[in-house]
C-alpha cells in the first residue's frame, strides 16, 4: 500500500452513501479501508448501474462480512476496530446501543469515531430517520432549489450525503494530525456529523442575515440569488450558465450583445429587482441573442471579455474535455464486460503526492479472512470457528 | 473555571489570502478546529463580502480607526467569525516582506485567486518555500494551476454548468434550475481542506510541505460518478430527477397548510409503507395493487404523491413529521432559515452560535458542522471570537509574532504599510 495516508486503518460499517463516501476519501490516498457487510443476503440482482457505482465508491476497499445480529458477530466487530485508527459508521444512538457498541468503542482511547447520520448522535432529533431528501428540506437548501411555485427540490444524486461524508473525512483527519499528549499517544475523538447540519452550516448564506433582511434564497427556478444576471438560460446548442457580480461585468455583456436599447428604461437598470421580482422578463431580452450561437460561441466571445459564462456540459463531453483530460481529471474503473469506464479522479493535484489508482471493488466478504488474521490478529483456527459458527462469512 | 480542548489543529498557523466564499468557508472550518488562522486582507480592495447596502447603522461609538461601512455585513460575519485580520498593502515592498516574515513562522498558506496571481505577487509556492520549506500552499481557483482553461471565471452560478451539475438540477417538469445555495463553493470548500489535511498528516510524517492545487471545476465532479456512469453504461444522458428515487417511495416534498409550506416524506420498504398507510389512516391501500410492492410504488410514484399530497395539503408540515417520525418514517419540514431559527436542533448542536462582534453587537453565526469531543474528556472551546474587524491583529502580528518593535509597528502603521 503506497500513499500518504498507507499507515492508516479505517473500519466502515455504512448504512448509506454518506459513510460510504467518507470511507471512499481514506482509501483514495492509500489508508486500508474495512468495509463491514452483514454476510449476503439475497437482493434483487443491481443494475449495471448501481453495481458500477458500488464499485466506483467501494474501490480499494477490503471486504469483511459479519453477522452483527449474533453477539459474536458484535465481539469480532469490535476486535477489528480495536486495531484501526478509524471507525465510520451512520448508527443512530439506539442503533449504536442495540449492537452494544457504545461502551465498547467509549474504551478504545486512541480510536476517532465518525458518525455521519442525518440529524447527529445528539439532539432532539438524534433517533430521526432520514433521507438526502428529509435533510435537505430541514438544512435550508431544498428552500433554494426549484421553480417559483414549484416543489422545492433536494440536491441531484447522493451529493447531500457525500458532503457529510466529505466533512467527516476533514474532521477525521484533523484528529489524526494532533499532537500526541505528554504519553505519546493520540488522543482519540468522537466525531457527529449530521448531514442536516453540514446543510445548514456550510451551504447556507443566510443564516447571520436573516435578523436584518428577513427570510431569502427563496427559489428562483432558473435564477440564482445574486444580482441580476446569475442565470441559467437556452442558447443554440443547449444552455449556458451566466453571473454577472460586478457591474462592469454585466456591461461588457450589454456591450457584446450590441448595446440594446432596453437597457436604457430604468427597469433594467435595477439589478436587485431584475433578479428578484422580473428576471423572467429580462431573460426574455437576452434569449434571442443566445439562441443564436453556440454554447462554445457564447464561452469564447465572454471569456475575451472576462464575463463569467459557462456553457453547461453534458458528462460525455466532460469526459471529453481537453482541459480535463490534460488535468488527469478521471479515473478507469475494471468492472466485468466493460473497458475505458471512467469517473471523476480526486479532484487534488499535490506537488509531491499521488491518489491510489483503484479499479476494483471486493465482493461481499473477500477479505474476512485476511482482515481478522493481518488486522485483528486471530489464528487461523480461531478465524475457522468464526466461519463454522455463521458470526462471519 | 471551566477549560477547554483548544482543537487539533492548535498551534497550526494559517496565512489565509482567501477571499469572496469558497476560500473563507474552507478557512472557517480549520478556525473550527483550532487552526489560528490570519486572514490578510487590503484596504485598497477589500474582500467582496466586506461591501455592500448596510442592513442596519450601529449606534455604538467605535474609535477613529474602524471604517464602519467595511464592518457591517452579515454574510462577512458569518465566514470570518473565529478569525484574525491583517490589513497590509501588498504592493509595497516591506508589505509583502512584512507577509513573508509571517509565513516563516506559519504552517499554511491558502489562496482562492485566479490562477497565478500568487505568483504575480511574488509570492508563489516557490518563494513561500524557499522561506519556509515545509510550508503547505494550497491554491483554490476556477479550472486549477495549469491546463488551457485556467483562466475560467469561477462562480457557484457558473460552477454547475461546467460540472455537468447543471443539467441534473430541477425536475422534469421545469425545463431547467439553478441552485440558490452556493453548492459548488461550498462543496470546494470542503473537499479542499480535506486534501489541506492529508498534505499535513504527510508532513507531520514526513517534514516534506507541499503545493495543493485545487480546481472548483473538478471538485464539482466529485460527487457525479453515478450520472457519469449512467451515461457510460446506458447511453441515456442523465437527466433532471427533481425529487424522484428508485430507493424510496412515496418521497418527495409535499405542500401543507400555510403560505409556502412543505413537508419532505421518504418511505423505505414495506414495513414503512405499512407505517405510513396506517399513520394516513388509508389502510385500503395497502392492498392496492398499484402499491404492492416497492418496485409497484416506485414505478407508480405519480399516483401515490398525488394521494400523499391530499392527506398533507390542510395539516400542519411540523405535525405531520412528527407523526410520520413516531412511526419510523423519514420526514421533516422543508425549512427557512427562519424555521431553522425556531428549531432547538440547531443551537444545542451549536450549528448556529452567538458571537458578539464589536460593530454591530450580538449576531448568530453558523457554527461548527460537526460536534468534535476529544477523547481526553475535556469539551471543545466554544466558537466566540467575532469576525474580525479590518487590521484588528495588525499589532499582535507585527509585534507578538514576528517580534518587531513598537517603534516598527507604528511607522508601519503611519506610512500605510498596515493600513
Known amino acids: ?393 | 473555571m471551566t477549560t477547554f480542548e483548544p482543537g487539533p489543529l492548535h498551534g497550526l498557523r494559517v496565512v489565509d489570502f482567501c477571499w469572496v466564499y469558497a476560500g473563507p468557508v474552507m478557512t472557517r472550518v480549520l478556525a473550527d478546529l483550532g487552526a489560528e488562522v490570519i486572514k490578510v486582507e487590503s484596504r485598497k480592495r477589500p474582500d467582496g463580502t466586506r461591501l455592500g447596502r448596510r442592513p442596519l447603522t450601529p449606534t455604538v461609538e467605535l474609535p477613529p480607526e474602524i471604517d464602519i461601512d467595511l464592518e457591517c455585513q452579515p454574510l462577512n460575519h458569518a465566514l470570518n467569525r473565529n478569525k484574525r485580520s491583517l490589513s497590509v498593502d501588498l504592493s509595497t515592498e516591506e508589505g509583502r516582506a512584512l507577509v513573508l516574515d509571517l509565513v516563516k513562522v506559519s504552517d499554511v498558506v491558502t489562496d482562492n485567486f485566479a490562477a497565478g496571481t500568487m505568483a504575480r505577487m511574488g509570492l508563489g509556492y516557490s518563494v513561500l518555500s524557499s522561506v519556509k520549506p515545509d510550508i503547505i500552499a494550497l491554491s483554490l481557483s476556477g479550472g486549477g494551476q495549469y491546463g488551457r482553461l485556467r483562466d475560467v471565471l469561477a462562480y457557484a452560478g457558473t460552477l454547475a454548468p461546467l460540472g455537468g451539475l447543471g443539467l441534473l438540477v430541477g425536475d422534469a417538469d421545469t425545463t431547467y434550475g439553478v441552485m440558490s445555495p452556493t453548492y459548488g463553493d461550498s462543496n470546494a470548500a470542503i473537499r479542499a481542506a480535506g486534501a489541506l489535511l492529508i498534505a499535513l498528516y504527510h508532513r507531520r510524517r514526513t517534514g516534506e510541505g507541499q503545493h495543493i492545487d485545487v480546481s472548483e471545476w473538478e471538485t464539482t465532479m466529485t460527487g457525479l460518478d453515478e450520472a457519469f456512469l449512467t451515461w457510460q453504461l446506458t447511453g441515456n444522458a442523465p437527466g433532471r430527477s427533481g425529487n424522484t428515487s428508485r430507493e424510496f417511495a412515496p418521497h418527495n416534498n409535499y405542500r401543507t397548510a400555510g403560505d409556502d409550506e412543505w413537508v419532505a416524506i421518504a418511505v423505505r420498504g414495506d414495513e414503512q409503507w405499512a407505517a405510513l398507510c396506517d399513520a394516513v389512516g388509508l389502510p385500503a391501500l395497502l392492498t392496492d395493487p398499484r402499491f404492492a410492492d416497492h418496485a409497484a410504488r416506485v414505478a407508480n410514484a405519480a399516483a401515490l404523491d398525488v394521494i400523499v399530497a391530499d392527506w398533507t395539503r390542510a395539516r400542519d408540515a411540523d405535525d405531520i413529521a412528527d407523526v410520520l417520525q413516531k412511526v419510523g418514517v423519514a420526514s421533516f419540514k422543508v425549512c427557512s432559515i427562519g424555521d431553522q431559527y425556531g428549531e432547538e436542533h440547531f443551537y444545542q448542536r451549536e450549528v448556529f452560535v452567538e458571537s458578539e462582534h464589536p460593530v454591530v453587537g450580538v449576531e448568530i453565526v453558523p457554527g461548527r458542522p460537526f460536534r468534535y469531543t476529544s477523547r481526553s474528556g475535556v469539551p471543545p472551546v466554544p466558537i466566540s471570537r467575532p469576525a474580525p474587524t479590518m487590521g484588528e491583529a495588525n499589532h499582535y502580528v507585527v509585534r507578538d509574532l514576528l517580534g518587531a518593535s513598537e517603534e516598527t509597528f507604528e511607522r508601519l502603521t503611519q506610512s500605510g504599510v498596515l493600513h
Open chain 1, 1 to 393: 500500500m503506497t500513499g500518504p495516508l498507507a499507515d492508516l486503518t479505517v473500519v466502515q460499517l455504512a448504512g448509506d452513501r454518506s459513510a460510504e463516501h467518507c470511507g471512499r476519501l481514506f482509501a483514495d490516498y492509500g489508508a486500508t479501508v474495512i468495509s463491514v457487510e452483514q454476510p449476503a443476503v439475497p437482493a434483487p440482482r443491481p443494475s449495471e448501474v448501481d453495481d458500477a457505482v458500488r464499485v466506483a465508491t467501494d474501490r480499494g476497499k477490503r471486504g469483511i462480512a459479519i453477522d452483527l445480529t449474533t453477539p459474536t458477530g458484535r465481539g469480532v466487530l469490535v476486535d477489528v476496530v480495536g486495531q484501526a485508527d478509524v471507525f465510520v459508521h451512520s448508527l443512530r444512538p439506539a442503533e449504536l446501543a442495540e449492537l452494544g457498541l457504545g461502551t465498547a468503542l467509549a474504551g478504545l482511547g486512541g480510536l476517532v469515531t465518525v458518525s455521519v447520520t442525518g440529524f447527529g448522535a445528539v439532539g432532539p432529533y438524534r433517533n430521526h430517520a432520514w433521507s438526502d431528501l428529509v435533510c435537505c428540506a430541514a438544512g435550508n437548501i431544498s428552500f433554494g432549489i426549484g421553480a417559483r411555485d414549484g416543489a422545492p427540490l433536494k440536491l441531484p444524486l447522493s451529493l447531500a450525503g457525500c458532503e457529510a461524508g466529505a466533512t467527516g473525512f476533514l474532521a477525521a483527519m484533523a484528529a489524526l494530525c494532533g499532537t500526541p499528549g505528554e504519553d505519546g499517544v493520540r488522543p482519540g475523538a468522537d466525531i457527529d456529523v449530521a448531514i442536516t447540519d453540514v446543510l445548514a452550516c456550510m451551504f447556507s448564506t443566510g443564516v447571520t442575515a436573516f435578523p436584518y433582511r428577513g427570510v431569502a434564497g427563496r427559489r428562483n427556478g432558473n435564477h440564482g440569488i445574486a444580482l441580476y444576471p446569475d442565470v441559467f438560460l437556452p442558447c443554440k446548442d443547449g444552455f449556458v450558465g451566466l453571473v454577472c457580480n460586478q457591474l462592469a461585468m454585466w456591461l461588457r455583456f450589454l456591450e457584446l450583445i450590441g448595446s440594446p436599447t432596453w437597457t436604457d428604461e430604468p427597469r433594467y437598470r435595477d439589478r436587485r429587482r431584475m433578479t428578484e421580482e422580473y428576471p423572467e422578463e429580462v431573460d426574455a431580452h437576452l434569449v434571442p441573442w443566445l439562441a443564436e450561437r453556440t454554447r462554445e460561441e457564447i464561452f469564447a466571445l465572454c471569456r475575451e471579455r472576462h464575463i463569467p459564462v459557462a456553457p453547461a456540459y453534458t458528462v460525455g463531453e466532460l469526459l471529453a474535455n481537453q482541459h480535463l483530460l490534460d488535468r488527469a481529471a478521471f479515473t478507469e474503473l475494471r468492472l466485468a464486460g466493460r473497458s475505458g469506464v471512467r469517473v471523476p479522479a480526486p479532484p487534488f493535484v499535490f506537488s509531491t503526492l499521488l491518489p491510489s489508482r483503484w479499479v476494483s471493488a471486493p465482493r461481499t466478504g473477500e477479505h474476512t479472512f485476511d482482515v481478522l488474521t493481518g488486522v485483528a490478529g486471530m489464528s487461523t483456527d480461531q478465524v475457522a470457528g468464526l466461519y463454522a459458527s455463521g458470526a462471519v462469512a
